[in-house]
């Protein structure tokens, strides 16, 4: 990391050409020979910057060779790319601001630049379960959905067999040749097979498993599927009891080159559809798998246009607002009475009040969340059996107390912030202001209204918005809390009263059985034009109130 | 709201001129200049407290239910303290070293990230100087908090490339934090690394130290109240992070207690009450800790624009 010293004795035009803001650069440039190595000696600092570079060098090389093996050819050329300027910065004797911003913005590449454009792009495509890979996987994958036990088909005698950690299955076929595979390798012949009383007893490079260990697998041993040879229409051996092997064979025909999938029960045509990425029947039915394909704007259109999406996220869109808009209201109303009652010296123990006041805002949030969850719950919760002597509020199930129930909980983890932020910015008004005040002769309440109020806005609006943006994406009270619900059963995806947008995110891409990666990455992105527009337009209206103060 | 402005006003100028004007007061207007903020606090610090007295005489209540729980400090007992650490299907203990592990190993790396790409900004003069520090602004409003599906994606696909920083691994999650190190971090002490006199630098040149010298011996030292601020922070975000751990960290093994006392919660909710109760009580000791330990650079960090996370 830390780039050598030259001792200053020993190299007069360094120390002369040397400062921080320009590096010593010999007139040859950073890649002249002199200034590349006959200027380095090999102090401390630089073994632990070659040492350094070093390791980065052996684990971008070996990630190389990872991604070229999976033939990730995007990866790959970053990874070079992200190594030579690694070793030209650090090793260079210029580009010293370089050596201080590389490390980060790697990270930022990767994990945030990245990312943001993967969600740019996502948006525009079909990805979600069904449709997560190639056309080729969709078409592996529908074959063996359908896979059903072959009538009347062979028995194979099978021995349950390990290389390494990965299983394997070596079978006695119905001719007595004995024959090996996996769940990536069609089954070909066993060489060294030891074959004794009709099954193989012994193989060479892998381990045959007792019934004991078959038990202890049985699960992963009775999903296993080895298929019968590369054409996957062949279909494939499984088992039911660890020692015998039947053939599947998929229902399913796919026809390679008119790109159909015949479902032989029923004599129905699947056709490959390249703009929904499915395969899609003549009356419009789809195989549930399909591939991932770009789709243009058919996520956001979903969300704006089709009536049975539009309803839910305009709903989630209000109450996000409505959310946010309240946490900051309240949590500022609260905070800055409880900083007005507070801020008089005659009141004894002010500072005991103060540190017990601000607990709420050092207990982790997200326990918080979880801490109202039971103490709101309608049967056994302390709200409803202690404080309100056993009554049923239905607090967290009920689509308008689930509501109440959120906020409330926000309060108590937001109000001691806003406390802390008044009562610093009210001790910061002078109270010559307040003298004039009522020398003009205005009522205390003119004066909150037409003195403290705006001052205090001067300092504190940039934090009630930057406050708004936060609760706008507060995902761990909601989610925590209420889990977004009740949730609507009228509304085609997962979607509760108390969904804020991002909740609403979470489970349209992880929460039910139906992963919509796209969909949700749509809907990201509206949330940040969302959220930027008026960032922007208040940070502009605040500047207006900077001119007041 | 209007007596109570008049009030705060009257007693701030009072003290300056008359320190010992409250024992002049009547009990009458005693009560209503003065004595009805008691009342007020006193409301205000039941519904602070409750629910933390209440989570603490859970933990120790020993019949563990959620309808047990109702009487605060109705028995007193660790056995939900016991239960916590030897239940096999939740290993607290390991969610509890995972957390410490994951958060402070993020805090570390985003403060000395942030440290050096402020530094760079702050001593350097370079090309792109000026549009580095508007991206970074820029690139900082898309949160990664927005883009956590990709962030998913993305981990698939390092799962099968490069399985250490896959998804569910623990250190993959950590540099998904470090994404965001550089941003709004990187602005807070820039604005801090500014404040440090150029001279000493100079100085320090002169004598012969070079620029990494400087930077680790010296700057390092004299910016450590901003550094406190940013590691403070991230380790209390990282510590609450729930969304992106829970989809990174699959294994009950590896993950943190955002995500394992979560399940405590949502599965077989009352029975395990007591339990979760214990798991969060110790959970929150080592944030109230760090609190109680760097407040007053907190609340100078709080006015400085950031958020509860």
Avoid at chain 1, 147 to 153: C, G, L, N
């Amino acid at each position: 990391m830390s780039r050598t010293t030259t001792p200053p004795a020993a190299s007069p035009r360094s120390r002369t050409t040397r400062g921080p803001s320009h590096g010593p650069a010999g007139p040859d440039g950073p890649r002249g020979p002199r200034t590349w190595i006959g200027a380095q000696t090999f102090s401390a600092g630089f073994v632990v910057k070659l040492v350094l570079v070093g390791l980065v060098d052996a684990l971008g090389v070996y990630g190389v060779l990872a991604s070229a093996a999976q033939q990730q050819w995007g990866v790959l050329a970053f990874l070079v790319a992200a190594l030579l300027v690694v070793n030209l910065v650090y090793f260079s004797r210029r580009a010293v601001p370089g050596k201080y911003l590389v490390p980060g913005l790697v990270f930022l590449l990767v994990y945030q630049v990245f990312v943001v454009a993967y969600t740019g792009w996502t948006a525009f495509t079909n990805y979600g379960d069904g449709h997560n890979s190639t056309r080729e996987d969709a078409v592996e994958a529908i074959l063996v959905q359908d896979e059903a036990r072959v009538p009347d088909s062979p028995t194979y005698a099978l021995s349950v067999v390990t290389r390494g950690d990965e299983l394997a299955f070596a079978v006695v076929d119905p001719e007595g040749d004995p024959l090996v595979g996996a769940a990536e390798q069609p089954l070909e012949p066993a060489e060294g097979a030891d074959v004794e009383g009709g099954r193989v007893v012994a193989l060479d490079g892998y381990d045959v498993l007792d019934f004991a260990q078959v038990v202890a697998r049985q699960s992963d041993v009775f999903a296993m599927r080895v298929p019968l040879s590369d054409d996957p229409n062949d279909g494939s051996l499984r088992t039911t009891d660890g020692s015998a092997g039947y053939v599947y064979a998929s229902t399913m025909v796919y026809d390679e080159a008119a790109g159909t999938i015949t479902d032989t029960t029923t004599g129905t045509v699947y056709t490959a559809d390249e703009t929904e990425g499915s395969f899609v029947a003549d009356d419009g039915t789809a195989l549930g798998t399909g591939w991932r394909v770009f789709v243009g704007l058919d996520n956001f259109t979903r969300v704006l246009g089709d009536a049975s999406l539009r309803g839910p996220f305009v709903g989630v869109l209000l109450w996000t607002f409505g959310f946010a808009i309240g946490s900051v209201v309240l949590t500022f109303g609260l905070g800055l009475f409880l900083a007005i009652t507070l801020n008089d010296w005659r009141v004894r123990g002010r500072t005991v009040y103060r540190s017990l006041l601000i607990l709420p805002y050092a207990f982790p949030a997200f326990l918080s969340a979880l801490v109202w969850r039971g103490m709101l719950n309608r049967d056994f919760g302390f709200v409803n059996q202690t404080l309100l002597g056993g009554a049923e509020i239905p607090w967290l199930t009920d689509p308008v107390l689930a509501k109440v129930a959120v906020l409330t909980v926000n309060l108590w983890l937001g109000f001691p912030y806003m406390f802390l932020i008044c009562t610093g910015a009210l001790q910061s008004i002078p109270q010559e202001v307040y003298e004039a005040g009522r020398l003009d002769g205005a009522k205390p309440w003119r004066m909150f209204r037409s003195l403290t109020m705006p001052l205090l806005l001067v300092s504190t609006a940039p934090l009630l918005i930057s406050s708004f943006a936060f609760n706008f994406n507060n995902f761990n009270v909601v989610y925590l809390t209420t889990e977004g619900g009740p949730q609507d059963l009228s509304a085609p995806v997962d979607v509760g009263a108390s969904d804020i947008l991002i909740t609403f995110v979470y489970k349209i891409a992880f929460g039910g059985v139906n992963r919509q990666y796209g969909l949700a990455c749509a809907i990201s992105i509206l949330i940040f034009l969302i959220v930027a527009t008026i960032s922007a337009i208040s940070f502009r209206k605040t500047r207006a109130l900077e001119e007041l103060g | 709201m209007a007596t109570d402005q008049t009030t705060a006003v009257r007693g701030s100028r009072g003290s300056r001129t008359a320190p010992d004007a409250p024992r002049r007061l009547s009990p009458r207007r005693w009560w209503r200049e003065v004595g009805w903020r008691h009342v007020v606090a006193l409301v205000a610090l039941v519904f602070a407290i409750l629910p933390i007295l209440y989570i603490v005489s859970s933990s120790l209540n020993p019949s563990g239910s959620l309808t047990g729980s109702n009487r605060l400090f109705g028995t007193v007992a660790a056995d939900n303290y016991v239960d916590l650490f030897t239940d096999p299907v939740h290993p607290y203990a390991k969610w509890f070293v995972n957390t410490l592990v994951i958060a402070g190993v993020t805090a570390v790396g985003t403060v000395f990230l942030g440290a050096c790409a402020a530094y760079a900004f702050s001593r350097f003069r370079f090309r792109g100087r000026r549009g580095g520090l508007l991206s970074l602004l820029l690139i900082q409003m898309f949160p990664q908090l927005l883009a956590y599906v990709a962030i998913f994606l993305l981990m698939v696909m390092l799962r099968d490339l490069f399985p250490a920083i896959g998804l569910g691994s623990r250190l993959g999650l950590i540099l998904v934090y470090l994404g965001g190190a550089l941003g709004v971090n990187t602005y807070l002490m820039y604005g801090f690394f500014n404040t440090v006199p150029r001279e000493l630098d100079e100085a320090a040149t002169l004598d012969g130290a070079s620029h990494a010298q400087t930077f680790f011996t010296i700057i390092l030292r004299l910016v450590a109240p901003i550094l406190a601020v940013v590691g403070l922070l991230s380790f209390v975000g990282t510590f609450s992070d729930f969304l992106i751990a829970s989809i990174v960290l699959v294994d009950p093994d590896k993950q943190t207690l955002a995500v394992g006392l979560y399940q405590y919660v949502s599965q077989r909710f009352s029975e395990y009450w007591g339990v979760f109760a214990a798991g969060a009580v110790l959970a929150a000791v080592p944030v109230i800790l760090l609190f109680q330990f760097l407040q007053r650079y907190i609340v100078s960090g709080l006015t400085a624009g950031s958020v509860k996370g």
